[in-house]
């Protein structure tokens, strides 16, 4: 049977449109777009027109404010660092605790490098800690990197707010907007937004391209130092098929935009709310209101994210968890343990991202399955709502870190997380 | 992640074996915590006369792996006497299992850490096994502490500080006693390299399947490893084999170039293929072969 894919945050369908329009350019129209003759010189407007297509969606003033890059990772890496080297006097970088690993890791290595690194908390309910930004910005600061909507939570933050706020120390403001286009609708004719990053594989199509948005007046340097494409902004031959495919998925998004809003917006709320009816000791992270339409992250007391997302799967079900043992590190998600989220509910957290293709029909099946695993998993937990979960001193045979309430500390000042400092991270080099 | 497991894991986690409260139990030992991520609560029932085991359950509040651990220690347990059943190791439950991702050890760990506190309770003695007094906290994230740490590299030859890692989550969190896991891992290493008896040359299973091994590792080394490292301007020299711990030292090229650590990974990837899945690979400084001999 079909698997019901709840974990569009993770990547997307190719849509079927997208995968057409792509097709040629693996085929027969595999010229290069830097060439002189028409072989490959037609092929030129073609990528020219998927960059208008994309500057469509973005609302953007001129389709050459738009970069193709090969992922969402390369556009916010080549976005900070740009604006590093553009203002070389400038030696702070701003960003937030509940970025994804391509800004947080960089983070961490800019620190390493001597740069100073500013990691802006949020609250509760995942809202960024405005008054903690103010005090941080300064003559000193280079550039203010935060997220539109956050990938584990949905929860959007004020990007125009912040970018007004960087614009008065005299900063430049970079958006990972990887979770926002597509699913909330974007005129940056309208903005004060310098830089903006966003990736193919998260609105139907396929993974290895992306781009950046670079308002035009920007300083900029580039990232890949080589070729003459995209006017000496990023090297290397074009990926002429990801571009097309991109161009083909802005003009379905923009097409669908309304939907998202409407459609996507109902079956997640009839998901979400179907949860909270049918299983008690559920809560739901992130602010109800301020977040993407397609995103549902829920903590599911008493038990662990694995051991449901295991179950899920066996019932053909595809959502992802926060919890340690998904997370690739022995802590539970750096977003939720930055919005204090406690342990008793960060361990238990499930991520459902929906998409366009999604039916009522899989929302109603999810409805089904999931009370009796939950049920399942919490008969086998030591814990309960008669059994509460004991003070964090009673049951750590040491006095862990967390204190009393069980509340995760905040974690430390370098989030990176701390797996990745074996051995990939020396591979890496 | 997702189905990383054995089918023999799946089965215990997909249908525990021996679920829930053990009313008449007469120990019952608790373990990890939820802000670890995991906790066990662990039953046991004797009979007076035999002094067998007679029942064991168990409640987990953890991942798929925690979860078939414990479900495969109640089956293992269930017949044994205490004195039996307190020599089962958390190598012992992996195995029972067809193995456990390395990642998830210390899942096997939480397991037998649950029994013995069991039995202690039922034996009316205080907990044994990583309470406050005993040893002192290294990993302030897990609460994990020197003694525990000191006994997982012991119990399992573990060698490097991702292994302890794996074994006891010491070191997972923050990290910041990293540095501190790696001080312990060297005296106990230093300890057991002492502590080995100089092995006479006695006969038997054990003592050809060392000398087979050895064989093998120097094959692998002569034939799929040097002719690599060569071609890059580099050497590598086999010291010395301990148990499942194999001393190499890298020279020329590789010594201290930044990809040892990437060299140093494929050459245990290679020896685990080709000899044995258990052998770790300890790194020398250049010149150690010479020193030893
Ligand atoms: C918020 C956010 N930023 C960046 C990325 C990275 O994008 P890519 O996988 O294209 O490098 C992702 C995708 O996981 C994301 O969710």
Redesign the pocket.
């Known amino acids: 049977m079909k698997p019901i894919y709840l974990d569009n945050?993770?990547?997307t369908a190719v849509a079927p449109e997208v995968l057409e329009a792509m097709l040629p350019f693996l085929r027969e129209r595999y010229g290069n777009p830097s060439s002189i003759h028409a072989f490959g010189g037609d092929v030129a407007r073609d990528v020219e027109r998927a960059r208008e297509r994309l500057a469509a969606l973005l609302g953007a003033e001129s389709p050459t404010e738009i970069v193709f890059t090969?992922?969402?990772?390369?556009?916010?890496n080549t976005a900070i660092l740009s604006a590093l080297e553009a203002y070389p006097d400038r030696r702070q970088f701003i960003t937030t605790r509940v970025?994804?690993?391509?800004?947080l890791s960089l983070a961490h290595h800019l620190e390493r490098k001597g740069y100073e690194v500013v990691r802006v908390g949020v609250d509760r309910d995942g809202l960024l800690d405005l008054v903690e930004l103010r005090a941080a910005l300064s003559p000193r600061t280079a550039i203010v990197s935060a997220?539109w909507?956050?990938?584990e939570t949905g929860v959007v933050f004020p990007v125009e707010e912040l970018a007004r706020m960087a614009h008065e120390a005299g900063a430049l403001f970079h958006t990972?907007a990887?979770?926002a286009v597509g699913k909330i609708p974007i005129d940056l004719r309208r903005s004060a937004i310098d830089m903006l990053?966003l990736?193919?594989?998260?609105l139907h199509a396929p993974?290895?391209i992306?781009a950046l948005y670079v308002r035009r007046g920007t300083k900029f340097r580039p990232f890949l130092i080589g070729g003459h494409q995209e006017r000496n902004r990023r090297g290397g031959t074009e990926n002429v098929p990801g571009i097309v495919a991109l161009g083909a998925a802005a003009e379905l998004a923009l097409r669908h935009i309304q939907e998202e809003q409407t459609a996507v917006r109902a079956l997640r709320d009839r998901l979400e709310n179907g949860i909270l009816e049918r299983i008690p000791d559920v809560i739901v992270n992130g602010h109800r209101e301020r977040r993407l339409p397609n995103t549902s992250n829920v903590s599911f007391e008493f038990v662990e994210g694995e051991a449901i997302l295991l179950l899920l799967d066996q019932a053909g079900i595809c959502a992802s968890s926060g919890s340690a043992c998904t997370s690739g590190s022995l802590e539970p998600s750096h977003v939720l343990r930055a919005m204090g989220v406690p342990f008793t509910f960060a361990h238990g957290s499930i991520r459902f991202s929906l998409s366009r293709y999604n039916t009522a029909e899989e929302i109603d099946r999810v409805l089904a399955e999931l009370p009796p695993i939950i049920a399942r998993l919490r008969e086998i937990s030591p814990f309960s709502r008669a059994h509460p979960v004991p003070d964090c001193a009673a049951t750590c045979p040491t006095g862990c870190r967390g204190p009393k309430s069980c509340t995760p500390p905040a974690p430390p000042e370098d989030p990176d997380p701390p797996r990745r400092r074996f051995g990939p991270q020396h591979r890496r080099r | 992640m997702a189905w990383n497991y054995s089918e023999k894991l799946k089965d215990h986690f997909l249908h525990p074996r021996n679920v829930g409260v053990l009313e008449d139990a007469d120990g019952k030992g608790e373990v990890g915590s939820v802000a670890c991520g995991d906790a066990l609560t662990f039953y046991l029932k004797t009979d007076p006369q035999t002094g067998r085991i007679t029942k064991a359950t168990f409640q987990t509040f953890g991942c798929g792996s925690a979860i078939a651990s414990a479900s495969a220690l109640t089956e293992m347990v269930i017949g044994k006497t205490v004195e039996e059943a307190l020599r089962i190791t958390n190598q012992d439950i992996a195995d029972y299992l067809d193995g456990i991702p390395q990642e998830k050890m210390h899942c096997s760990v939480m397991g037998r850490e649950a029994l013995e506190a069991a039995v202690a309770a039922m034996r009316g003695e205080k907990r044994a096994a990583d309470t406050h007094e005993e040893g002192k906290i290294v990993c302030h994230c897990f609460g994990v502490t020197d003694r525990k740490i000191e006994r997982a590299i012991r119990e399992n030859n573990l060698t490097t500080v991702e292994q302890v890692t794996n074994y006891t989550k010491a070191g997972g969190g923050c990290g910041t006693c990293q540095a501190e896991i790696e001080e312990i891992l060297n005296r106990v290493l230093e300890e057991r390299r002492r502590e080995a008896p100089p092995r006479p040359a006695a006969a038997g299973g054990a003592r050809m399947t060392q000398l087979r091994k050895i064989a093998l590792i120097q094959e692998t080394i002569e034939h799929e490893v040097r002719p690599v490292l060569q071609k890059d301007g580099g050497d590598i020299e086999l010291i010395d084999v301990e148990g499942d711990t194999v001393r190499v030292s890298l020279v020329g090229h590789c010594a201290g170039c930044m990809a040892a650590g990437f060299t140093t990974g494929w050459i245990q990837d290679k020896l685990r293929e080709l000899v044995s899945d258990r052998l770790t690979i300890v790194i020398e400084p250049p010149g150690a072969a010479e020193a030893q001999r």
Do not use: L, R
């Open positions: 945050n993770a990547t090969s992922c969402g990772t390369e556009s916010d970025e994804h690993p391509a800004v997220m909507a956050n990938n990972d990887v979770q990053s990736s193919g594989h998260k993974k290895g992306g």
